[in-house]
Every structure is written in structure tokens, then in C-alpha cells.
């Protein structure tokens, strides 16, 4: 069994010394990121900075043309794709994106638990965009954005994991190690690309299921809300007996046996995010 202490000191060793580099935002996600924060940038100046990558712009023109989007006029610009779907669901795009292509395994166990990672975080999204949109102040796409980054943390494990031959034959032991480093790992890179508190927070505390917030519900707990009701509709066998005590649901006024997506409509929602990620 690996000391995920030891492991954790190796990793942020190797970071530091660039011999793992973390995953680093590319020009035009700094750039999206940097006019999305500036409430004065339009939908023109917003495509510009995208229209420079090919791949971000099929993408967006795609999923403007989504059925969860889709209007009675088809998109067929980007600035039109930008006004329709507004600037904080382009910067989730972006990081979609980025998140698919940072990671490269040349091990099939590895390549074959990003892929499930990046499903479930899928998934943990969509969930949380609906959750969002029923608490009048969260974002419903910054909510889905969080669902998307909250397992980042997982990527440098992974990249990590390739030197250790003993993670390569044990997926129950890779499981483990990317459950105790993913938060810490998560929050730096997270820190790393300058993304707001209220985001940063995500990665570090979702596991964390006696978290509290001050004040309101925040992302955290959507994402860690969004998560149950995920394992709640899988095969993953996990223990709800704790559900009822999780701060998360009372902060979102949610009863934990609820099960959102058996509410009408939700699961219709939920397929075309996930349809939107994975095609």
C-alpha cells in the first residue's frame, strides 16, 4: 500500500521542479477567462479570442445548435453562438475542452479511469446545473462549470501514477490515492489558473461530506449534492445511511431520498449536458 503522504510530497516535488507540469491554461482559455470577467466585453469581442482556436469554435457552434439551446434560427456565427449561450457557459466549454486534452495515458488502466473520471464529472455537471437553477442565487452555468472541475485534482494523480508500477496493477489502490491527493492537487491548480473563491473551494471539499458553508448554499454544496444524486442512480454501492446528516441537502432545502432526476423533465435535461460534453 502506498503512503499517500510520501506520494503527495513526490507529486508536489515534481511540480516544483517541473518535472510534472500542472495543467496550464493555453492562451485563448486566458484570454475567454480574462473577458468574461470584464462585464463590459461583448459577444463580438468574445468571439474574436475564440474564433483564433478551430476546435473551441465547431464546439460552440455545436452546442448552440444543441437541443438543450437551440433557438428557431440556427447558429451558424460565432458571435451569435456567444449571445445565445452568454459568456459563462462559453468559459465551461473552454474548460471542457482544455480538461480532455491535457491528459494523455499510455497505460489503459490510466487512460480508462480519466475516461470515467471525466464521465462522472459529466454527469456530477448536469446534475448540478439543474440544482443551481432552482436557488435564485447561484449561476446555473458557473454551478455546471464547478461540477466539470470539482475531480481536476485527479489529472496530475494519474500523470504520477505511470511511474508507479503498483498503481498500474491495482485500480483499488489508484482509487484511493486519487481520493486523498485529487482535493489538495485540485485546489492548487485551480489557485494556479486564478479562478474565483467560490470555484476553488470545489475540488478542495468535495469529498467532504460534513462540509458547512457560511450564509447561503454555495457551489460546494451543489456539486457535493449533485455527486449523492449521481451514486444514487448508479451501481457504485454507496452507503447512504449518512445522506440525512450532510449539511448540503438542508442548505439547498432538498430532502436526501429525493431523487431530482426522476423529477419530470430534469432527466431530459441532464442527457442533452451530457450529450453536449461527451459527443
Do not use: C
Request: glycine share 4%; aromatic share 6%.
Amino acid at each position: 500500500m502506498i503512503d499517500e503522504n510520501q506520494f503527495l510530497e513526490k507529486l508536489n516535488d515534481a511540480i516544483d521542479s517541473n518535472r510534472l507540469t500542472l495543467p496550464t491554461l493555453p492562451e485563448v482559455a486566458l484570454k475567454v477567462r480574462d473577458a468574461v470577467e470584464k462585464e463590459q466585453s461583448s459577444a463580438n469581442q468574445i468571439a474574436g479570442i475564440i474564433a483564433s482556436d478551430a476546435a473551441l469554435s465547431a464546439r460552440l457552434l455545436q452546442v448552440a445548435n444543441s437541443p438543450l439551446y437551440r433557438g428557431r434560427v440556427p447558429i451558424d456565427n460565432l458571435q451569435m453562438a456567444v449571445a445565445r449561450l452568454g459568456v459563462r457557459l462559453v468559459r465551461s466549454l473552454v474548460v471542457s475542452l482544455i480538461m480532455q486534452q491535457i491528459f494523455q495515458a499510455t497505460h489503459d488502466l490510466l487512460d480508462a479511469k480519466f475516461r470515467q473520471i471525466w464521465e462522472e464529472s459529466v454527469q456530477i455537471a448536469a446534475i448540478s446545473r439543474v440544482l443551481a437553477g432552482n436557488t435564485d442565487h447561484l449561476d446555473k452555468e458557473q454551478a455546471m462549470l464547478a461540477g466539470l472541475i470539482h475531480n481536476i485534482g485527479a489529472l496530475p494523480v494519474l500523470a504520477m501514477a505511470e511511474n508507479h508500477e503498483e498503481l498500474l496493477e491495482d485500480s483499488k489502490e489508484l482509487e484511493r490515492i486519487i481520493d486523498a491527493l485529487s482535493p489538495p492537487v485540485g485546489k492548487r491548480i485551480l489557485e494556479m489558473w486564478g479562478f474565483p473563491p467560490s470555484l476553488i473551494q470545489v475540488p478542495a471539499n468535495f469529498l467532504n461530506l460534513e462540509y458547512t458553508s457560511t450564509g447561503d448554499a454555495d457551489y460546494v454544496d451543489v456539486v457535493l449534492v449533485a455527486r449523492i444524486e449521481a451514486l444514487m442512480n448508479s451501481d457504485s454501492g454507496f452507503d447512504a445511511s449518512e445522506w440525512p446528516n450532510i449539511p448540503a441537502f438542508t442548505k439547498l432545502g432538498l430532502e436526501p431520498e429525493v431523487n431530482i432526476i426522476e423529477i419530470e423533465g430534469v432527466a431530459d435535461d441532464i442527457q442533452n449536458i451530457e450529450v453536449m460534453f461527451l459527443s
